[in-house]
């Protein structure tokens, strides 16, 4: 698996170096190349605000595209969220087509240096500078590769990081033959078509992996040889609390049929210590979102390291992350919950019954009326 990431890493070097030799650094232009404006070849816009409020997302069907969506490792839009029909006529938001080039143009995911290629048609956040070439004057591929090797975010060392469109269309770039940008753009597409294969070959290995990994969890990889020398198997070695925890994500993943958030398994590790009197330990402080703590983040940490739990693509606010009870290790996760105090049990089941069927908005006004010394500013609290 490391190996294969290691080849799909290489890939990104071979064009980038294939690029500096068919047209040289784009900042010195060594080939002496014609220079316009990028205004002058591309469209340049900007994304719109993002739609406020759970109804706009309800049976969304329609990709949204967020700065945290873009990995800047990979160069890839690896995640999204939907939209439906409501936000883009509230909000007449445009939509952006398939092989748009983009790229943050404020905060600090700058200094990142994202860039992406769009791989559908999308709509885009305010915070995202949007590219479209013009086809009959310069290639998409050139563009790319070219935005990744300029860095526009070290003219931004002072205040708010903020590259405005007049400033990206203003950039200045050189402009090779169009024939020379075509024949880059086959040799993008050539290993392109390999890094799929190579992606979809690390996909076998990893499903693989994990196959290895349950039975090594389950005891099944050893069975044969612990029969021979008398060895009882055992289960993770997590603690009681870490169990409780998991049994909390996995009773309200039950009853509800969708993963807990991360801000409802710290408010309900909360609400059992303060209203199940569950001696949990956890410390809690005020946040935004109501009580927090640091030890809630580190088990959770420690049931994922153990293949317990899975989390979701993890957002730009962390509490919104979901957490799911890992389909291949259900039976495991199961075992560890019925080796629990049925008294415990039965509370954390009770409590996932009375809180569970709540709005994440319904939990934190919860919270936050019985509890107002746990909270600190937030929207929320400023509307109640």
Request: with cysteine; hydrophobic share 35%; net charge neutral.
């Amino acid at each position: 698996i490391r190996k294969q990431k290691e080849a799909i890493a290489l890939i990104d070097k071979i064009l980038m170096a294939k690029f500096l030799e068919m047209f040289g650094d784009p900042v010195t232009n060594p080939k002496g190349w014609e220079v316009r404006k990028l205004g002058e070849v591309a469209e340049v816009s900007a994304g719109q605000s993002a739609p406020q409020g759970d109804r706009y997302f309800r049976k969304g069907k329609y990709p949204f595209i967020r700065v945290q969506h873009i990995d800047h490792k990979s160069y890839q839009i690896t995640s999204w969220d939907l939209i439906n029909d409501d936000a883009v006529k509230d909000y007449k938001l445009k939509l952006f087509p398939k092989g748009t080039i983009v790229f943050p143009k404020s905060g600090a995911t700058i200094f990142l240096e994202k860039r992406a290629i769009l791989p559908f048609d999308a709509y885009l956040v305010s915070h995202l500078c949007a590219i479209n070439p013009n086809p009959e004057t310069v290639i998409k591929e050139y563009i790319f590769y070219l935005l990744r090797l300029l860095k526009l975010a070290s003219k931004k060392e002072e205040g708010y990081p903020t590259l405005n469109i007049s400033e990206i269309q203003d950039l200045r770039i050189p402009l090779p033959p169009l024939e020379l940008q075509q024949e880059f753009a086959q040799i993008v597409e050539e290993f392109e078509k390999k890094r799929e294969e190579m992606r979809k070959t690390l996909e076998t290995l990893e499903a693989f992996f994990k196959l290895l990994q349950k039975k090594a969890f389950t005891g099944e990889l050893t069975a044969e040889w612990r029969e021979q020398n008398r060895v009882e198997w055992e289960i993770p070695q997590i603690t009681e609390k870490q169990a409780v925890l998991l049994a909390t994500l996995y009773y309200y993943q039950q009853f509800i049929k969708k993963p807990a958030l991360m801000t409802v398994a710290m408010k309900s590790a909360f609400l059992l210590q303060k209203e199940r009197s569950l001696n949990l330990g956890y410390h809690f402080i005020p946040y935004k979102y109501g009580p927090f703590s640091k030890e809630v983040y580190e088990d959770i940490e420690e049931l994922e390291k153990n293949l317990l739990v899975e989390k979701s693509e993890v957002r730009k606010d962390v509490e919104m992350t979901e957490i799911k009870i890992a389909d291949e290790f259900r039976d495991l996760a199961e075992r560890i919950i019925s080796s629990l105090p049925e008294d415990i049990q039965k509370t954390i089941k009770n409590y996932t019954e009375k809180h569970g069927k709540m709005s994440l908005d319904e939990l934190l006004d919860y919270v936050y009326s019985e509890y107002p010394e746990y909270t600190t500013k937030s929207r929320r609290k400023r509307r109640k």
